[in-house]
């Protein structure tokens, strides 16, 4: 009978792995509603999903990297490099072929830019045993540098409608942008719960050693991670400034601490091993809910770092005490 009641003794850790980041939507929906004026409005609520579009994209490509134990803080530098060089490629293209072919040929140089920053990444890191995050530190300083220098400092416009309907236009009743998002969504779904690229990435980032002797090449899997982290970066990168209408090069700021607690408030742990996509998207509405929340509310723009440097702090503790909960459960 003992046995029987531990066996069915409630586990936080457990559970709040697979209802918690759920819970967590649901209340800040409720609380929202009911205390902050306009919130529920349809058109704030669409807001909510076009202004954090960018940031679920980049969460997508964060989650295979915080999986393996990495972490990337480039992202808003990355966005202003690949996102200006675009911009001013779309403009030369667009003087000597169809606006939409030049658009098409800017989002694939978009893709194989933040392939290379992914690929040089990746291989560095494996490489010389480099940590990721001085190393996306390093990409984050020399990409925004390059951004201002290409651009010299200034925003980039004049880019055809073609290009701008990636950010601004719909695809029937659907925001394109929102379409591009779930597409990556499905995409990245797929990569990490129905292929083998996915199970080595939760080997490598749950034991990388134990995942060595089973036969998997790790540094390998890193590598892919990052290549596919660049390519969504730079899906994101042309989105994000077709939805300004302008390449500016001091675009993204703060953008890789929200793809990054839109991972962590989603469930996947900052250790490595565990979490997923499912709950990214959620966690990146979490967070596009808060910035909405704080803006109707007009809270001044130092505390809303400071907020949200918090939102960072406890989504990390909770990830710890969690899995410390789970792993006391088992034993």
């Not at 607690?261 to 808060?290: D, E, F, Q």
């Amino acid at each position: 009978m003992s046995k029987h009641n531990k066996e069915k003794r409630f586990n936080f850790g457990e559970f709040y792995g697979r209802w918690g980041t759920l819970m967590i939507l649901i209340i800040i929906v409720v609380l929202a509603s009911v205390f902050v004026p306009n919130f529920v409005k349809p058109r704030n609520l669409s807001n909510i999903l076009l202004q954090n579009g960018v940031v679920a994209m980049l969460a997508f490509g964060a989650t295979f990297i915080i999986i393996l134990g990495h972490t990337n803080i480039g992202y808003g530098s990355e966005l202003a490099f690949i996102g200006c060089i675009a911009c001013l490629l779309m403009i030369r293209l667009q003087e000597i072929m169809p606006p939409v072919l030049a658009a098409i040929i800017t989002v694939i140089a978009a893709i194989i830019i933040g392939l290379s920053i992914g690929a040089l990444s990746g291989y560095i890191i494996t490489k010389f045993n480099i940590p990721a995050f001085i190393m996306t530190l390093a990409i984050m300083t020399m990409a925004r540098g390059g951004a201002l220098l290409i651009t010299n400092g200034t925003p980039v416009s004049g880019m055809d409608a073609a290009f701008n309907w990636l950010g601004q236009g719909f695809i029937g009743p659907i925001p394109t942008s929102v379409a591009i998002m779930l597409v990556l969504f499905m995409i990245a779904w797929i990569l990490l719960n129905k292929t083998v690229f996915g199970r080595h990435i939760y080997a490598v980032g749950g034991n990388e050693n134990a995942a060595i002797a089973s036969g998997i090449k790790s540094k390998t899997v890193i590598k892919k991670a990052f290549l596919l982290d660049g390519a969504i970066t730079g899906i994101a990168a042309v989105v994000f400034m077709a939805r300004q209408a302008s390449g500016t090069p001091a675009g993204g700021l703060a953008y890789e601490f929200d793809a990054i607690t839109a991972v962590i408030v989603g469930g996947t742990s900052i250790a490595g091993g565990s979490g997923n996509v499912s709950g990214t998207i959620i966690g990146a509405i979490i967070v596009g809910i808060i910035n909405n929340v704080q803006n109707l509310l007009h809270v001044n723009t130092y505390w809303q770092q400071v907020i949200k440097g918090v939102v960072i702090l406890l989504a990390i503790i909770l990830d710890v005490v969690t899995k410390r909960a789970a792993e006391k459960a088992r034993k």
